[in-house]
């Protein structure tokens, strides 16, 4: 499956992005999507994730109650809104795939195989 991530931008702290993680070569249905990001010289680290059937997300607790990960497997994209941005947002993200049935979330990066190439998010104070 390749993905393509898509959305990033320049944003003032307190506003709003949408991103997507667009799908081919594979229909997204039975795979966990999870959305990471990587700040200058940080590790990367996650964000949100989302089973492959939808009914389970889950978030870092540093982007809890502002960011909100879906899906609409019909068009094969994931996406992730994002409110009440923060400079401490900015960051490449990158989503990434893993086959995996039902209600299951993963949660270390280590274990998914398909990446996206990144999109880059900035926000100033």
């Known amino acids: 499956v390749q993905l393509q991530a898509s959305g990033g931008g320049l944003v003032q702290a307190g506003g709003s992005l949408r ?45 809890k109650g502002r960011f909100t990960i879906s899906r609409d497997n019909a ?13 401490e947002d900015t960051a ?3 989503c990434a795939a893993i086959m995996s049935l039902g209600a299951i979330v993963v949660v270390e990066s280590d274990e998914y195989p398909y990446w996206g190439q990144g999109t880059q998010v900035t926000v100033s104070s």
């Not at 667009?22 to 990367?44: C, H, M, N, V």
């Not at 068009?75 to 400079?87: A, C, E, R």
């Open 75 to 87: 068009k094969n994209t994931v996406y992730l809104q994002m409110n009440s941005l923060k400079p």
């Open 92 to 94: 490449v993200y990158y």
């Open 19 to 63: 991103l997507s993680c667009a799908a081919s070569g594979a229909t997204l249905d039975y795979y966990a999507i999870g959305w990471f990001r990587q700040a200058p010289g940080k590790e990367r680290e996650g964000v949100a994730y989302i089973s492959s059937s939808g009914d389970t997300t889950d978030y870092e607790d540093s982007v």
